[in-house]
């Protein structure tokens, strides 16, 4: 989507942290979320975070929004190769339900 | 897996035709979504339903139409098939009165025009 940007490709290491950015341009989106989308699946909500939060945890996965600078991040840690997959992010503007993802990071997790 | 069931998996059709691809949601969830995703134009939104009334439109072309049935599966058509129609359409579905309105995706339906 053209509101939402991603960079295309991510490679890490086993063990090693992975950190997924995204901007996005509508200052009144209200929910950010993070989705997964492994080869031949459907997307799966990941974690998400409301916009009156700077930070999220959740197990291995960190979110951080910085509402000023309309960016937002994913922080994978002890990125493992399950993990490999396509990374969307997506904003969910103040009316209505609908989604705006970006166009997807590829993240590729090296042993 | 979501509990949303697309049919058919996979589509492969021609040029001119018309196709319907199908969606049941999870149980209990009354919001239907289309999407489309492409490799140029990336995961977008068509439309949504809600409890069988259309909520929001996207992207969605005017050969394209959809619709959510009483028993709240929804159908997508597509018409007079371009081969830039081919692609990836996802349904995904989401529970009335949630705050965060996560969408349930199910495993999509590979269409291919040639």
């Known amino acids: 989507g053209e509101d939402v940007e991603q960079s295309l490709f991510l490679s890490v290491r086993e063990g090693d942290s992975s950190v997924i950015n995204c901007t996005y341009t509508?200052?009144?989106?209200?929910?950010l979320y993070w989705y997964k989308q492994e080869p031949g699946a459907g997307l799966q909500l990941l974690t998400y975070?409301?916009?009156?939060?700077d930070m999220k945890q959740d197990q291995r996965l960190t979110v951080l929004l910085n509402k000023k600078d309309k960016h937002l991040s994913l922080r994978i840690a002890d990125t493992q190769t399950g993990d490999s997959a396509i990374y969307f992010c997506?904003?969910?503007?103040?009316?209505?339900?609908?989604?705006?993802f970006g166009g997807g990071t590829r993240v590729l997790v090296k042993p | 897996d979501s509990g949303v069931t697309q049919t058919p998996k996979h589509l492969i059709t021609a040029t001119g035709q018309r196709v319907t691809l199908r969606c049941s949601p999870r149980?209990?969830?009354?919001?239907v979504y289309w999407y489309q995703q492409s490799l140029d134009q990336g995961l977008q939104f068509l439309i949504q339903?809600?409890?069988?009334?259309?909520?929001a439109k996207g992207n969605i072309l005017e050969r394209f139409s959809a619709q959510q049935f009483p028993d709240l599966h929804s159908e997508l058509n597509l018409s007079s098939l371009e081969l830039g129609d081919s692609a990836l359409y996802f349904c995904?579905?989401?529970?009335?009165?949630?705050?965060?309105?996560?969408?349930?995706f199910g495993p999509g339906t590979r269409l291919t025009v040639l």
């Open positions: 149980s209990g969830d009354l919001s």
């Open positions: 975070i409301f916009s009156n939060m």
């Open positions: 997506a904003e969910r503007k103040a009316a209505g339900n609908k989604l705006t």
């Open positions: 339903y809600y409890n069988g009334e259309e909520r």
């Open positions: 509508d200052s009144s989106s209200t929910y």
């Open positions: 995904a579905s989401s529970a009335p009165g949630t705050g965060i309105n996560e969408q349930f």
